[in-house]
């Protein structure tokens, strides 16, 4: 098993919120990462769409696993969303995270969420602090 997919499934396993969603972990490799859930009807707002909350969290999961997969413990430093559609009850939500910059301190990922019929419902961009730290022991 590579490295990428340990620390995530390390992560996963740490990540009650994460679970929550009910996300799976689609792809790992190094600096990226790809992650699906389906929306419940506890995730909708007032309006009976989803939470931007919920696009915002299955994206900063995304994010998260990606831009510390390389087994170097990162935080967010910065992140926005910008929602271009509507989520609803059942719609299943998957999640790309992919390194834009990998630098010795920072990183900048842009994650991009899209709806069954693959279309964008969000674009997400986050830069992150590398720590220096490591995730798993033995590497």
Not at 110 to 137: D, Y
Request: charged share 15%; with cysteine; glycine share 10%.
């Amino acid at each position: 098993m590579s490295i990428y997919k340990q620390v995530v499934d390390h992560m996963m396993q740490q990540d009650l919120f994460s679970q929550w969603l009910g996300i799976e972990v689609l792809e790992v490799r190094e600096g990226y990462s790809c992650i699906r859930m389906t929306v419940r009807k506890e995730m909708v707002n007032g309006f009976g769409i989803a939470h931007g909350g919920i696009a915002f969290s299955l994206a900063d999961s995304a994010f998260a696993f990606a831009c510390n997969n390389r087994n170097n413990l990162s935080v967010a430093l910065d992140t926005s969303i910008n929602f271009t559609k509507a989520v609803q009850i059942g719609d299943t939500l998957t999640a790309a995270a992919k390194e834009i910059h990998n630098g010795r301190s920072t990183g900048l990922y842009h994650i991009t969420i899209t709806n069954q019929h693959n279309e964008p419902v969000a674009h997400f961009k986050g830069t992150c602090f590398r720590t220096g730290k490591g995730l798993v022991s033995g590497f």
